[in-house]
């Protein structure tokens, strides 16, 4: 079976770092994304990782372990816009592609 | 360059009816994907076409059928329509093989209310 963990609420001040985490237990593995998406609204790419390690994106970064099956995202300098939910998923190649998602953190930025 | 679009916005519908939901993807991606968002949760994978063929499906009943045309845009059907059915359908498109396949491109959705 497939199953992505993850929070499902987390609350972080203006100008602070937080950090979601999100493990995995996947058949088969193609990377991992995050997902940013507002209420109401789609889903927007944030980050992918194939390889272990930190990848950097402005105030964003992600961090894949494929030998621990977990992931995390990490929101620097927070600003009130940020609040919004943020999609774990992982790309699963068998025959074709295909992404199984985590619920979401849903994450409150207060002032 | 338009992204995704889908159509239409918002849908409501009665238990028992059917529904067709349609997207078109973005200039230059030839597979769509389809997703059922419930409130509160992930995207479900529904399926994925490529090439007018459904190439990848998800636990999804037979009531859920798709179609590609040979411009790569794509519909949705769903039949016998449940309460349960009520979400935001998203799709997504990606582009061909070998360039960045792994990117989808989400559209704004349709947001379908089942009564």
């Known amino acids: 079976g497939q199953n992505i963990d993850q929070p499902t609420e987390m609350t972080a001040t203006e100008g602070a770092i937080v950090q979601i985490n999100c493990t995995y237990q996947t058949s088969g593995f193609n990377g991992l994304f995050w997902y940013q998406q507002h209420a109401g609204e789609a889903p927007t790419f944030l980050s992918y990782n194939v390889l272990d390690g930190l990848e950097e994106k402005g105030r964003f970064s992600s961090f894949l372990s494929r030998s621990k099956g977990y992931s995390y995202l990490l929101l620097k300098e927070l600003q009130m816009k940020d609040s919004a939910s943020y999609l774990c998923?992982?790309?699963?190649?068998?025959?074709?592609?295909?992404?199984?998602f985590g619920s979401g953190t849903r994450l409150s930025i207060r002032p | 360059d338009a992204g995704v679009t889908q159509s239409p916005t918002h849908l409501i519908k009665t238990r028992g009816q059917q529904v067709t939901l349609r997207c078109s993807p973005k200039?230059?991606?030839?597979?769509v994907s389809w997703y059922q968002q419930a409130l509160g949760q992930g995207p479900q994978f529904i399926f994925q076409?490529?090439?007018?063929?459904?190439?990848q499906r998800g636990n999804f009943p037979d009531r859920f059928s798709g179609h590609q045309f040979p411009n790569y845009s794509s519909e949705l059907n769903v039949n016998a329509l449940l309460l349960g059915d009520s979400a935001l359908y998203l799709c997504a498109s990606s582009p061909p093989n070998g360039t960045s396949s792994y990117e989808q491109y989400f559209g704004p959705g349709t947001r379908l209310t089942v009564t």
């Open positions: 200039s230059g991606h030839d597979t």
């Open positions: 998923a992982v790309i699963i190649y068998s025959s074709a592609s295909k992404i199984i």
């Open positions: 076409y490529y090439e007018e063929e459904e190439r």
